[in-house]
């Protein structure tokens, strides 16, 4: 079956980041860090409707921009879905969502010809890409240590229940 051949992939891919027992999101993020060589921050900001969250590389560091507005658990799957895009070293194909003015929103203080280069006609991964990126953001985020209350359990179950990757 390919769900499982999918899923043990994954599985396999995780261990290589040499994750501490019930990791966090934190350790996750770190371990890609060292691997890349250079920091990741994860920021959480407002969106636009078509954009639950975006990766930038830049020369000295990476950014997890996630959209502020998402439930706690979506953007944990989100950052983690873009910190797979790092680590696994996705490059956008040609194409963007992104306008000037929220690109400049999105990255303010930066050089605007920084941002059109960082985000404008870089945005869009293929199929293949995403589909690697969600297996590996859904794997990891069933062994991240997200709390133990009923309502988090909850939560995780129905989210990743109600997740349309096929994974």
């Known amino acids: 079956m390919r769900i499982g051949r999918e899923r043990r992939w994954a599985q396999r891919q995780i261990r290589?980041?040499?994750?501490?027992d019930l990791p966090t999101l934190d350790d996750a993020v770190q371990a890609v860090a060292d691997m890349r060589g250079r920091p990741i921050l994860v920021t959480h900001r407002r969106l636009p409707a078509a954009v639950s969250g975006f990766c930038a590389q830049f020369d000295d560091r990476d950014v997890i921009v996630v959209d502020e507005t998402a439930s706690p658990l979506n953007r944990i799957l989100i950052a983690s879905h873009e910190l797979a895009h790092l680590w696994r070293g996705h490059r956008p194909d040609d194409g963007s969502i992104f306008d000037t003015a929220t690109a400049r929103a999105l990255l303010p203080g930066m050089n605007p010809d920084v941002v059109r280069i960082v985000?404008?006609?870089r945005s869009h991964y293929g199929p293949p890409l995403e589909r690697e990126a969600e297996l590996l953001a859904t794997?990891?985020?069933s062994l991240l240590d997200l709390g133990h209350s009923p309502a988090a359990i909850t939560e995780i179950a129905s989210a990743l229940t109600n997740r349309r990757t096929g994974v």
């Open 16 to 20: 290589t980041l040499r994750l501490p």
């Open 119 to 121: 985000l404008m006609g």
């Open 139 to 141: 794997q990891l985020v």
